[in-house]
């Protein structure tokens, strides 16, 4: 687990670039507020502004970038208003924190926009909690939630833009059709609404006043995931990583958050350690959160052995609360999210050979790397989708077996795509009869694995195309190659079930 969150691959340095952008967006944000004579609490919600700035913010260009992260305050200003107008009228505020719930994970519905303002909301009205945010602190908040904001914005658009000079980030979402309670995002907004009331009534049996743990752990349970699945493993990865950081709290936190110098010293390493880490490991990801809430409770005065303990107890209710409510309350199903995200990916390899062969054919418009970036991003995603199927506790072997030979497969296809995509954008490399029709038998396998009404019939195993001759051009091998990955996967997505069903 460490080394797959501290030694795996990190092309470009995306991961590297964003974990160092954060911590001089993040300091700069902090900074400044210092230097506007900001209180302790007020420098904490700036800083977590900048953080959520630049972690939820996904827009697959700098301009949405720049829109959504522009919009951040509206969202939350509201809702940190709201939230401590009704700080000491208990039940008001706990159904307004419902609703707010609620209404954050059913904005997932308008892509990576509605999903960054969605959490910001959420976590304007749960710092309102943490920091107990009173209506004669909100003027400075005002100004101190923008400032940072504003900061984070020089540092990400400005002083460190790496998406103008390399490819942007691709934002995926899996498309829904349904309405109504057919929808996923709507699905789960009430699973999400029915667990944080869950956490919130044990939360508060739990304590009176650090109740909103509870409530937090449930909501962070539900980011970033579709099914239950893949909820029930995040809410197993989040107590770990907690557990793990609390250990580390004791180790770290309570013996030095008395030091300032050394205090800002771990929170920017963890800092750093949440951004590097997110993108492989969730669990490494909640050790640095956790790591980082411990010192800021030790900056604010109020850190003890006691309260390190009740935060994973409150984690514990929390994840329990998402995982009973996508288990009974309308699930979705990991197999029929991860079969829409298979066939997604299929689709989007038509298209990376179709941009690839009509670039090879003098199409100035075609942009097969875009593709390729796209594709990267659906099988990432994918791969969050598989993860309960693959994890070590899942103790159904064949369906274990059988989605890591669709996973190893696609992997295999997406390494022919991206060499496919190099040739192309060799100007010397020429079009021919020959990778005309290996591209045809590209989308006939495509259509065929992924039910097109074209493909007429199924793909099977024993289709699968001759090796190439030796001396064969390097487009033509690709392409061979990815005709024999596709045709491989018609075993593991055979029907009934093309990937393992149930979990």
């Known amino acids: 687990m460490l080394k797959r969150a501290f030694v795996a691959q990190d092309p470009g340095l995306m991961r590297l670039r964003s974990a160092s952008r954060a911590v001089l967006g993040i300091g700069l944000a902090v900074a400044l507020c210092g230097a506007a004579g900001h209180s302790a609490e007020a420098a904490v919600t700036g800083g977590l502004a900048a953080l959520l700035a630049l972690f939820t913010v996904t827009d697959p260009t700098v301009r949405g970038q720049a829109v959504t992260t522009a919009l951040l305050p509206v969202a939350g200003l509201p809702v940190l208003t709201l939230a401590a107008v009704l700080h000491d009228l208990p039940l008001a505020r706990d159904l307004v924190f419902l609703a707010v719930v609620g209404a954050g994970v059913y904005a997932r519905r308008w892509g990576p926009r509605g999903h960054a303002l969605g959490v910001f909301g959420f976590m304007a009205y749960f710092s309102a909690q943490f920091l107990h945010i009173v209506p004669g602190r909100l003027p400075e908040l005002y100004v101190a939630v923008p400032l940072s904001l504003l900061a984070s914005s020089v540092v990400r658009f400005g002083v460190w833009c790496y998406e ?128 980082m809430a411990s010192m800021l409770y030790g900056l604010l005065g109020v850190l003890d052995a006691g309260l390190l303990v009740l935060r994973v107890t409150e984690t514990a209710a929390g994840a329990l609360g998402a995982v009973l409510a996508v288990l009974f309350v309308l699930p979705v199903t990991t197999h029929s999210v991860t079969e829409a995200w298979v066939e997604r990916a299929l689709r989007c390899v038509r298209s990376c050979t179709a941009e690839a062969a009509a670039r090879l054919a003098g199409g100035e418009d075609a942009d097969p790397p875009s593709r390729v970036a796209e594709l990267e991003a659906i099988l990432g995603r994918m791969r969050l989708s598989l993860a309960p199927l693959v994890h070590p506790l899942n103790p159904v072997r064949a369906r274990k077996r059988r989605a890591r030979r669709v996973l190893a497969l696609l992997d295999d296809c997406a390494r022919e795509v991206r060499g496919l995509a190099f040739v192309a954008a060799d100007p010397e490399a020429s079009h021919d009869a020959r990778l005309a029709a290996a591209c045809r038998r590209v989308e006939t396998a495509v259509e065929a694995l992924t039910d097109a009404p074209a493909a007429g019939r199924h793909l099977l195993p024993g289709d699968a195309p001759a090796a190439e001759p030796a001396g064969a051009s390097p487009v033509l091998a690709h392409l061979h190659a990815l005709e024999r990955a596709l045709h491989e996967l018609a075993v593991p997505l055979r029907r009934p079930g093309r990937i393992p069903a149930g979990a």
Do not use: C, K, N
């Open 164 to 291: 103008r000079r390399i490819a942007a980030p691709v934002a995926v979402a899996l498309f829904d059709g349904a309405t109504g309670l057919g929808r996923i995002t709507t699905r789960q907004a009430v699973q999400a609404t029915a667990g944080a009331g869950f956490a919130l009534l044990v939360g508060q049996v739990l304590s009176g006043e650090r109740w909103y743990w509870a409530v937090g752990a449930t909501w962070w349970v539900f980011v970033a995931t579709t099914s239950r699945g893949e909820t029930v493993v995040r809410g197993f990865r989040r107590f770990l990583g907690t557990v793990l950081g609390i250990g580390l709290g004791f180790a770290v936190a309570l013996p030095l958050h008395h030091e300032p110098v050394v205090a800002a010293v771990v929170v920017a390493v963890s800092v750093f350690g949440i951004f590097y880490t997110a993108a492989v490991s969730y669990t490494w990801m909640m050790l640095a959160v956790t790591v």
